[in-house]
């Protein structure tokens, strides 16, 4: 059983940047693909980043290519995104996830672990 604790939300002006981490316990991190999901209100989950059990692949939806960065450190059994250039539409719970494989995708039904989800409030 992984548990997954996301920190770093909070609020910021649109234009600015903000970095979640997600601390993974109990389980072989590093043995697992780990993603990034949001959620806004009265929409649907929608991914945001994946990245392979090295760090060696990562794949990003096109609403944020380019603006954020996902990375982890194995040693330390984090993972973390780095949002830059923060838009309101950005405003979402953000959720870390944990793949059943060392290769993650878009797919939130593939994703077995989640955290608590952090609140990103971007303002205009």
């Known amino acids: 059983q992984v548990q997954l604790v996301e920190s770093g939300g909070g609020l910021v002006q649109a234009g600015g940047s903000l970095r979640l981490s997600c601390a993974a316990s109990?389980?072989?991190?590093?043995?697992?693909?780990m993603g990034w999901f949001r959620q806004a209100p009265g929409k649907a989950r929608e991914f945001v980043a994946t990245?392979?059990?090295?760090?060696?692949?990562?794949y990003y939806a096109d609403s944020v290519k380019g603006r954020f960065t996902i990375s982890r450190d194995n040693a330390k059994n984090t993972v973390t995104l780095q949002m830059n250039s923060l838009k309101p539409e950005d405003t979402a719970v953000y959720y870390c996830?944990?793949?059943?494989?060392?290769?993650?995708?878009?797919?939130?039904?593939?994703?077995?672990?989640w955290g608590q989800g952090t609140q990103v409030t971007v303002s205009s």
């Open positions: 990245i392979s059990w090295s760090g060696g692949s990562t």
């Open positions: 996830a944990a793949h059943k494989t060392r290769w993650g995708n878009l797919s939130s039904d593939e994703y077995e672990y």
């Open positions: 109990g389980g072989t991190f590093s043995s697992s693909a």
